[in-house]
Structures are given as C-alpha cells and as structure tokens.
C-alpha cells in the first residue's frame, strides 16, 4: 500500500487501501498499524487533519480494531 507523508511528530505516513477498506499508519517510531473497516471520508479526513494526533484519538483509536503489521 502506498503511503504519504503526514506532518505530525507521532506519524510519519498514512495510505488507504479502498477495496479492503484499510487504513494503514506508519508509527514515527517505524511501527506499522492497519485499522480495518475505515470508510474513505474518514481515512482522507485523518491525512488531511492539520491535528492528526487529535483526529486519530477522536475518530479512529476507539472505533476501529488496529493490528500492528511492523
């Protein structure tokens, strides 16, 4: 999955896979994350929130289920 940089000291990148519905998130620390059944407006709205540490604790660490890739 392709990923794009994100500005944030605690995520370095974040892709989205639309046909699996998979939102993957790589870790500053290099640690790789995939968050199943995100929909498409949440997975753009993380990669464009000028806060995504704020967005993911909101909208993303407590509605899906994260299992670490890397």
């Known amino acids: 999955m392709e990923r ?3 500005r944030s000291s605690q995520f370095k ?3 989205y896979d639309a046909a699996t519905r ?4 790589e870790l500053s620390t290099g640690t790789i994350m995939q968050y199943s ?3 498409r407006q ?3 709205d993380f990669m464009r929130a000028s806060s995504p540490q ?7 660490e407590e509605e899906y289920l994260g ?3 890397r």
């Open 4 to 6: 794009k940089p994100l």
């Open 13 to 15: 990148s974040a892709g």
């Open 22 to 25: 998979t939102l993957e998130i």
């Open 37 to 39: 059944g995100v929909t």
């Open 42 to 44: 949440v997975a753009d």
């Open 54 to 60: 704020s967005f993911f604790r909101d909208r993303i």
């Open 67 to 69: 299992k670490k890739v």
